[in-house]
């Protein structure tokens, strides 16, 4: 006989990251596109930024990197491209 069912609606990491997704300063995307971190998947094949930011209520700014597979999360736009780099993009 159950009394009661707890059912959890924790989060995870990446669904946090997700729901405080903002958009890239045009100084962040160029960055992303002269580093070639791009995934060519917008309209007509075009490139797009591979790194997306997240902005939490504090303020804090974390940037991500991610595929269907994996995802990699750093604190600044460098380190989420060299996680792209030598990681996510294996994992396309």
């Not at 669904?15 to 962040?28: C, F, I, M, T, Y």
Request: net charge positive; hydrophobic share 30%.
């Amino acid at each position: 006989m159950k009394l009661f069912e707890v059912k959890s609606k924790a989060k995870s990491k990446f669904q946090k990251l997700e729901g405080n997704k903002k958009p890239l300063a045009d100084e962040e995307r160029a960055e992303c596109m002269k580093r070639k971190a791009t995934w060519n998947h917008g309209p007509n094949g075009g490139e797009t930024p591979a790194v997306w930011k997240s902005v939490d209520k504090k303020g804090t700014v974390t940037y991500v990197t991610n595929t269907h597979r994996a995802y990699n999360a750093a604190p600044t736009l460098k380190g989420a491209i060299n996680k792209y780099h030598s990681f996510i993009k294996g994992t396309a």
